[in-house]
């Protein structure tokens, strides 16, 4: 008797990190360019933060913080923040242990070689 397994339900959030994955996989085998990569990983990125699992993330992290920043516990938060980057590991992008509510100082001290900008829309 043949095995019959149960559909897996794909969410939007896991198909574009499924994407990313991917993306990042030809990358490091050379199939493309910094430059092509780049473009590309920007558009899934946007692609990620539109998805209702990241946006249903964010609000629990939202209201686990309080709205404060976690790290300095200072000043109101104002993003989310990924300890692990999404862009070295995107299977933790929605995982709630792997990002905090941060502030603009706390943020940009976790990633001093970036230029970082504070996300408006929720």
């Known amino acids: 008797m043949p095995v019959v397994y149960p559909a897996i339900q794909h969410s939007e959030a896991h198909v574009v990190i499924r994407k990313m994955k991917r993306l990042m996989s030809r990358r490091y085998c050379h199939e493309i360019s910094r ?19 990241y946006k249903q993330l964010r609000r629990v992290v939202i209201s686990r913080s309080g709205g404060v920043c976690e790290k300095c516990k200072q000043v109101p938060g104002d993003q989310m923040c990924h300890k692990s980057g999404v862009s070295f590991r995107p299977d933790l992008a929605l995982r709630k242990d792997n990002v905090y509510w941060g502030c603009g100082e706390c943020h940009q001290a976790d990633h001093p070689e970036l230029k970082l900008i504070p996300r408006t829309t929720s």
């Not at 430059?35 to 933060?49: D, G, H, I, P, V």
């Open 35 to 53: 430059t092509k990569f780049m473009a590309e990983y920007s558009k899934l990125r946007e692609e990620l933060n539109n998805t209702e699992e």
